[in-house]
């Protein structure tokens, strides 16, 4: 991936970063449902989202966004296919501190498969990667198989970039636009395995499940603005 980027002009610039921008980039779909999103939100003040700037104002002070990054890759070990491709990596500063945030778009989407079904048959780089992800949260074996992975590498890679950018915390949030609360529980399974499965069920909260690691890692599940599911 290149690490030269160009300023975006409207949230259609985000669908050339789709892997498969045709079956993305629909309407109701969180793809470009979170481009709208937070294209609007870089109009205003502190220029996050109300309800993401309102999970971090309690941990600092006054958030403000200081990049955000469309589908933005990180490498990871392991197979030709290596890399976590995040909805969105954004920087922000909250008071005195800095936060490296992945953001992960949902509607209807699921979470993608399930650990025990990922590694059916798994390749030897399949493992090594699975086994540098759990080294990268601090778990001493790998997670129960109906974790799902996706929200394994997404946390991972929100650890990792903070690590590379020397930031204060990470954190993984998880932008949902479902009225139901689609794949919640799945959310909550996966904050169980860092002991905060019940503290991650008070809606729109960002919690710090690993507050004794370099950098303290934070979890979190907004309730986006559903007028955005008709752009």
């Given amino acids: 991936m290149s690490k030269v980027f160009v300023p975006t002009a409207s949230a259609d610039a985000w669908k050339q970063f789709l892997a498969e ?11 470009k449902t979170l481009a709208h999103c937070w294209e609007d939100a870089a109009k205003q003040p502190g220029s996050l989202p109300r309800e993401i700037a309102a999970m971090l ?12 990054l469309p589908e ?4 990871l070990p392991g197979s030709s296919r290596g890399e976590s491709q995040n909805d969105i990596f954004a920087l922000a500063r909250v008071g005195d501190r800095t936060f490296a945030i992945m953001v992960e778009g ?18 030897n780089g399949k493992r090594e990667r699975l086994t540098y ?21 997404r946390t991972a890679s929100a650890v990792i970039e903070a690590q590379r950018f020397k930031t204060d ?13 689609l794949w919640f529980n799945d959310f909550v399974q996966f904050s169980s395995l860092f002991g905060a499965g019940n503290e991650v ?15 303290t890692l934070f979890l979190g599940w907004a309730s986006g603005d559903y007028s955005y599911l008709e752009n």
């Fill in 21 to 31: 921008p045709a079956k993305q980039w629909k309407s109701g779909f969180s793809a």
């Fill in 106 to 123: 949902k509607v209807r989407e699921p979470f993608g498969d399930k650990i025990g079904d990922w590694l059916k048959g798994a390749s």
């Fill in 169 to 181: 915390a990470a954190a993984m949030i998880v932008h949902s636009f479902s009225r139901e609360k």
């Fill in 201 to 215: 069920k008070a809606s729109d909260a960002l919690v710090a499940v690993r507050s004794n690691g370099k950098p």
């Fill in 133 to 153: 992800l759990c080294q990268v949260l601090g778990f001493s074996q790998p997670p129960p198989d109906q974790t799902r992975y996706q929200l394994l590498h």
């Fill in 57 to 68: 104002l309690p941990h600092g002070g006054d958030p403000e966004l200081l990049l955000a």
């Fill in 72 to 75: 933005y890759k990180v490498a």
